[in-house]
């Protein structure tokens, strides 16, 4: 039966695991060596990982493969990507494949801005704290200074502050909202910081204004914190090419082809139920590519699903169209990354996966990142419109399958040799493979 417990974090690790699988498992031996299986033998790179959030009892793996021939402006890159789902990884590079001998991917950055927001509650004269605002802005900025040299001295830091007015949605709620150029770092620490002093600063000056009264003067910070929303920190990924050089399939067309996919598009841009799917589509690739950089793929899929809703109404963040006999398909979509901080210089593994990338900027992962969607998308429409989704998806969860059913390496030769040319399901490959074992066993 369960159990509270009081000073957990400060137990050793050993005696986290302990009372972990005391309290919660029946078979207290095979549990803790499952958790201690997967810990590293290099004690210096086990603790590494163990300091890198709290109470760490053991090492969560996910596979790190890559996707090669990705042709992006000229320049080859071979895409690292963690993900457990299967075909995600064969998916990107048979799009990346498909598009090399057809001029590759273009990609742009568009905009770089990232916001922050200091949320506060006032409950005067609008005018009032307006010119209040007018005054103390090049102090919210100069208070700062501490924070934003080193940032500063790359060519980054703070671009400017607004006082929004938000009455109409919750009475006296008003905004700091601030914008930001982090350059190749992703930015929370620093945004959060600076987000925090002009909180400061800002409180602290309102006692001092003689334009307010002294009820005016109560101002209510309520909190100063960045946003993941970053409608201005945006990337475009395009592909395009001769309608008649799509057609890879006998079964189809290229131009068949071409209008199938446009029009898959633009369900997608019109039906929020697909919408969620092919968006969900695009992020396989994008936050597997996410992830294996050391980024918060949390963050990304926050911002960009908000993205996807700017309109009013959930819809595809990819697009497509036929034009005077050349098909287009492009992405814009909102990242923001780093190439530095955080995980950045310390997993050795996300060290590997940008020197992978040709250890890019920024702004260059963001178009990486961008491409590693529009490519993943590419693919499942491809698929969606000509064979069907589950052929190929099918075929590469089949490992996963027998895997299930702890198949042999001569079990696993055969019955992939067997669904060469038959249909893969979950039941399919249950009766083939217990076939196989009432075979063996005469």
């Known amino acids: 039966m369960s159990k509270s417990i009081s000073g957990f974090s400060k137990l050793s690790k050993s005696k986290k695991i302990d009372w972990i699988v005391d309290t919660y498992f029946s078979?207290?031996?095979?549990?803790?060596?499952?958790?201690?299986?997967?810990?590293?033998?290099?004690?210096?790179?086990?603790?590494?990982?163990?300091?890198?959030?709290?109470n760490t009892i053991t090492n969560y793996y996910l596979p790190l493969g890559v996707a090669?021939?990705?042709?992006?402006?000229?320049?080859?890159?071979?895409?690292?990507?963690?993900?457990?789902?299967?075909?995600v990884?064969?998916?990107?590079?048979?799009?990346?494949?498909f598009w090399l001998d057809r001029g590759g991917f273009k990609t742009k950055v568009i905009s770089t801005n990232k916001i922050g927001q200091v949320h506060f509650m006032y409950h005067g004269n609008f005018n009032t704290l307006l010119q209040f605002f007018k005054t103390v802005k090049p102090k919210l900025i100069e208070d700062t200074k501490a924070i934003t040299k080193n940032m500063e001295l790359r060519g980054g830091g703070i671009l400017d502050i607004e006082l929004k007015d938000k009455t109409k949605d919750i009475k006296?709620?008003?905004?700091?909202?601030?914008?930001?150029?982090?350059?190749?770092?992703?930015?929370?620490?620093?945004?959060?910081?600076?987000l925090e002093q002009f909180a400061k600063?800002?409180?602290?000056?309102?006692?001092?204004?003689?334009?307010?009264?002294?009820?005016?003067?109560n101002i209510q910070i309520v909190m100063s914190i960045l946003s993941n929303y970053v409608p201005d920190c945006l990337v475009r990924a395009e592909v395009s090419c001769d309608v008649d050089r799509l057609n890879e399939n006998n079964s189809i067309t290229g131009e068949e082809f071409a209008n199938k996919f446009v029009q898959?598009?633009?369900?997608?841009?019109?039906?929020?139920?697909?919408?969620?799917?092919?968006?969900?589509?695009?992020?396989?690739?994008?936050d597997a590519v996410v992830l294996a950089t050391g980024n918060d793929f949390r963050a990304v899929e926050a911002g960009v699903h908000a993205y996807a809703s700017r309109h009013g109404k959930y819809s595809s963040l990819t697009h497509a169209k036929i034009e005077n006999g050349v098909f287009n398909f492009w992405i814009e979509i909102?990242?923001?990354?780093?190439?530095?901080?955080?995980?950045?210089?310390l997993h050795p593994l996300v060290k590997l996966a940008l020197e992978l990338l040709h250890k890019p900027s920024a702004k260059e992962l963001m178009q990486i990142v961008a491409v590693a969607g529009l490519a993943q998308n590419f693919a499942a429409l491809r698929s969606l419109t000509t064979t069907g989704i589950q052929q190929g998806h099918m075929k590469m969860h089949l490992m996963n399958i027998l895997n299930q059913f702890e198949a042999n390496d001569d079990e696993k030769h055969t019955l992939t040799e067997h669904f060469k040319n038959n249909t893969v399901t979950h039941n399919a490959v249950v009766e083939a493979i217990n076939n196989l074992r009432v075979k063996h066993s005469d």
């Open 27 to 54: 078979k207290t031996n095979d549990a803790k060596a499952i958790l201690k299986q997967y810990w590293n033998s290099n004690e210096t790179l086990q603790q590494l990982h163990d300091e890198f959030i709290e």
């Open 68 to 87: 090669p021939n990705f042709l992006i402006n000229n320049t080859l890159y071979t895409i690292p990507m963690a993900i457990e789902e299967s075909s």
């Open 89 to 97: 990884v064969a998916a990107a590079s048979k799009a990346a494949k």
């Open 172 to 194: 006296g709620y008003y905004q700091l909202h601030a914008s930001f150029e982090t350059l190749d770092a992703m930015g929370a620490n620093f945004i959060n910081s600076c």
């Open 201 to 217: 600063t800002f409180k602290d000056e309102a006692l001092q204004f003689e334009g307010f009264s002294k009820e005016e003067k």
């Open 264 to 286: 898959a598009v633009n369900i997608a841009e019109v039906e929020p139920y697909r919408a969620v799917t092919h968006n969900k589509g695009i992020m396989n690739g994008i």
């Open 334 to 345: 909102p990242l923001a990354l780093g190439t530095v901080g955080g995980l950045t210089g």
